[in-house]
C-alpha cells in the first residue's frame, strides 16, 4: 500500500528550486492518488499545491542581492580584522556557490588585496570588487590558453617556495 505521508522540507533552497520542488511533488502526489484508485479522488483535474506567500517573502528577504540577480556587482571596503569568509557570507548568502571556488573567484578578480593570492591575508583598507554569479560564471568558461597567457605574466615573487628539509 501506497504511503500517503509525504514529507516536504526546503528551509535553504533557492526560490526557483523551490518552486520547481513544489511542482514536481504536485505532479507525485497527483500519480500516486490517481494510482492508489480511490473514489474520492477520481477526480480529473489536477492537483494543484500553492507556494505559501510567507515563505515565500521569508527566503526572498533571506538570500543575498547576488542570489536574486545573477549580474549584481558590489564593492566592499575591507576592515581591520575582517576575514574573507565573512564577506563571502555577508554577501553571497542563498547564491549556491562553492566556498572554495568563490574565494578563487574574489581573489582573482582582486589581485592587489591579498598577501601572495592568500584569502587568509586580506589588506585593511582595500576595496574589494566582489563579482557577479554571471561574471564567475564567465572565469569558469575562459579558454585554457587564456589562463595560461595570464599566469606567465606572473612574477617569481607571486608564488610561495619551501626551502628546507
Known amino acids: 500500500m501506497l504511503s500517503r505521508s509525504i514529507f516536504f522540507l526546503c528551509l535553504s533552497v533557492s526560490s526557483a528550486l523551490t518552486v520547481a520542488l513544489t511542482t514536481?511533488?504536485?505532479l507525485s502526489l497527483t500519480l500516486i492518488l490517481s494510482l492508489s484508485g480511490s473514489p474520492a479522488m477520481a477526480n480529473?483535474?489536477?492537483?494543484?499545491v500553492l507556494e505559501n506567500e510567507q515563505?515565500?517573502?521569508t527566503t526572498k528577504s533571506s538570500e543575498s542581492s547576488f542570489a536574486q540577480d545573477p549580474d549584481h556587482v558590489a564593492r566592499h571596503k575591507v576592515k581591520k580584522g575582517e576575514s574573507l569568509h565573512k564577506i563571502m557570507a555577508k554577501y553571497y548568502r542563498g547564491a549556491g556557490l562553492d566556498k572554495k571556488f568563490l574565494q578563487l573567484a574574489i581573489i582573482k578578480a582582486n589581485r592587489g588585496a591579498f598577501v601572495r593570492n592568500n584569502p587568509n591575508f586580506l589588506y585593511a583598507g582595500r576595496v574589494l570588487r566582489l563579482p557577479s554569479i554571471n561574471q564567475i560564471k564567465g572565469m569558469v568558461m575562459q579558454s585554457g590558453a587564456s589562463g595560461d597567457a595570464q599566469n606567465s605574466g606572473r612574477s617569481a615573487t607571486d608564488h610561495i617556495y619551501f626551502m628546507g628539509y
Open 44 to 48: 480529473p483535474f489536477p492537483l494543484v
Open 24 to 26: 514536481a511533488l504536485a
Open 55 to 57: 515563505r515565500q517573502a
